[in-house]
């Protein structure tokens, strides 16, 4: 069973930038896809970001698109965020997870969740 452990959050203010990092333990197959969603109390998990860890395809939600990049480092296992020109609706907690099956925007398609790391952005 892979464990994820997400790092990287912050408080910053708004237009900064923050890196998120996503390392995994144990094996990621080519098929599999990473990625990156976000939540508010009271809200559903959001899709952010995507990656599929075997030809690097990259998929963004429109909230974010220009603004993030989701990279990743099979060397290290890990996955990476990079946010750019922070907004406070950026807000949230940041929780990277995996989809063993076809790309979804639908957090139930993934598993694998780490605790998450806060992201704050200030006005």
């Known amino acids: 069973q892979v464990q994820l452990v997400e790092s990287g959050g912050g408080l910053v203010q708004t237009g900064n930038s923050l890196r998120l990092s996503c390392v995994a333990s144990?094996?990621?197959?080519?098929?599999?896809?990473m990625g990156w969603f976000r939540q508010v109390p009271g809200k559903e998990r959001e899709f952010v970001a995507a990656i599929r860890w075997g030809v690097r395809n990259t998929y963004y939600s429109d909230s974010v698109k220009g603004r993030f990049t989701i990279s990743k480092d099979g060397t290290k296992n890990s996955v990476f965020l990079d946010m750019n020109s922070l907004k406070p609706e950026d807000t949230a907690v940041y929780y990277c997870?995996?989809?063993?099956?076809?790309?979804?925007?639908?957090?139930?398609?993934?598993?694998?969740w780490g605790q998450g790391t806060q992201v704050t952005v200030s006005s």
């Open positions: 997870g995996i989809n063993r099956g076809s790309l979804s925007h639908h957090y139930r398609d993934y598993n694998s």
């Open positions: 144990g094996r990621i197959y080519s098929s599999h896809i």
